[in-house]
């Protein structure tokens, strides 16, 4: 079992940066992926990022690629997602999750992951 609870988000220009961060509780986070997801009014929620138990890989989504950073401290039970040059279609509630996902076809998988945070949202002014 793993509890997640994301913080960090906000209203900001468009330009400008937040980091997200997540702390997760339960003796399965440091052999989890971890990752990203986005929900936008009136959308599905979507990927946005990912990262392997060790850190050692990362996946993107292709609108976030270069602008969005997944990272992890594993001494903390912490993800974070740091955004830079944000979009005002970067707007929506940010949730991070945690699964036991050996296959990278899967890392940005909604579907592949057990526990979900309550989300935490980002709003991009322009």
């Known amino acids: 079992q793993v509890q997640l609870v994301e913080s960090g988000g906000g209203l900001v220009q468009a330009g400008g940066s937040l980091r997200l961060s997540c702390a997760a509780s339960g003796r399965t986070f440091s052999s989890s992926t971890m990752g990203w997801f986005r929900q936008a009014p009136g959308k599905e929620r979507e990927s946005v990022a990912a990262?392997?138990?060790?850190?050692?890989?990362?996946y993107y989504v292709d609108s976030v690629k270069g602008r969005f950073t997944i990272s992890r401290d594993n001494a903390k039970n912490t993800v974070y997602l740091q955004m830079n040059s944000l979009k005002p279609e970067d707007t929506a509630v940010y949730y991070c999750?945690?699964?036991?996902?050996?296959?990278?076809?899967?890392?940005?998988?909604?579907?592949?992951?057990?526990?979900w945070g309550q989300g935490t949202q980002v709003t991009v002014s322009s």
């Open positions: 999750a945690a699964g036991l996902i050996s296959s990278p076809w899967l890392k940005l998988i909604e579907s592949a992951y057990d526990y």
């Open positions: 990262i392997t138990w060790s850190g050692g890989s990362t």
